[in-house]
């Protein structure tokens, strides 16, 4: 049996907590918040931590040092974190639904993610090249994110 199915997200590893995200890259873009709805839209601008190549952070031990309003996944925080990626396997565990079949973990090969077409490699621009106000202009619907 999986390890994810059979622990409390509090009960995991480190090692076994990391290992949930999938490396899709979804979590590091910026948001933006309709502030008549509270509606959250993705963009496919990148914090700028962000290595768009590997789909992973450039500092991870360090990233709160140099991106203060970094969001630190937790057990905790999870029921908080409505923006999170419809295809994120820390939602997917936290709501009881199975990991897709693309998942690392269940396809056993890293690059699944990718081959997929769930992640966001290659696809994005980092922040300091978007001015603030044409932000707006790169809202964009991921794979895996239609319904949301």
């Not at 999870?78 to 998942?103: I, N, Q, S």
């Not at 978007?130 to 619907?141: D, F, G």
């Amino acid at each position: 049996m999986a390890f994810w199915t059979e622990k409390s997200l509090a009960d995991l590893s480190e090692q076994e907590w990391e290992s949930l995200c999938d490396g899709c890259g979804k979590c590091c873009l910026i948001r933006l918040e309709d502030e008549d709805t509270g509606d959250i839209h993705t963009t496919d601008v990148h914090c700028k931590l962000f290595d768009s190549a590997s789909c992973r952070c450039s500092n991870y031990p360090d990233r709160k040092a140099h991106v203060p309003d970094c969001v630190k996944l937790t057990p905790d925080t999870l029921a908080e974190l409505t923006w999170l990626p419809m295809t994120c396997a820390y939602r997917l565990v936290y709501e009881g639904k199975p990991l897709f079949d693309w998942h690392p973990l269940v396809s056993g090969e890293a690059d699944s993610v990718h081959k997929a077409g769930m992640s966001v490699a290659h696809q994005t621009v980092p922040e300091g090249q978007v001015k603030l106000r044409h932000l707006v202009r790169r809202i964009r619907i991921w794979p895996g994110e239609e319904g949301a």
